[in-house]
């Protein structure tokens, strides 16, 4: 079983930048997962934001493409998500996703994006509020 456990939220002014980690472990070799981000928003429904496999291939969510910028260190066992020019609407909760897949596998990686219900294991989330 995959425990996931999130961290690097807090609240930010609008433009602002924050980083968010996902220390995995338990489960497989970690380069056999496939990672990303959801986010959860009071009255909205569940939203991909990012993912990737362990070869980097990765895939954004049409909302943050160009701001955020997933990554992870396969030695370490921790997934990244890097939040620039951040909007109030970017308030909500963060949670950690994974699922097994094969390098460069994009299929998985496009799939936890368009639809993180599919992946196997998640976090607890962190909350990332975003002021005006």
């Known amino acids: 079983w995959v425990q996931l456990v999130e961290s690097g939220g807090g609240e930010v002014q609008a433009g602002g930048s924050l980083k968010l980690s996902c220390t995995s472990s338990?489960?497989?070799?970690?380069?056999?997962?496939?990672m990303g981000w959801y986010r959860e928003a009071p009255n909205e429904e569940r939203e991909g934001v990012a993912a990737?496999?362990?070869?980097?291939?990765?895939a954004y969510g049409p909302s943050v493409k160009g701001r955020f910028t997933v990554s992870r260190d396969n030695a370490k066992n921790v997934l990244y998500l890097e939040m620039n020019s951040l909007k109030p609407e970017d308030t909500g909760m963060y949670f950690c996703?994974?699922?097994?897949?094969?390098?460069?596998?994009?299929?998985?990686?496009?799939?936890?994006?368009?639809?993180?219900?599919?992946?196997?294991?998640w976090g607890r989330g962190t909350q990332v509020t975003v002021a005006l």
């Open positions: 990737l496999d362990s070869d980097g291939t990765s």
């Open positions: 996703m994974a699922d097994k897949c094969n390098p460069s596998d994009y299929d998985v990686v496009r799939a936890m994006v368009v639809n993180p219900t599919v992946a196997t294991y």
């Open positions: 338990g489960g497989d070799d970690y380069s056999r997962y496939c």
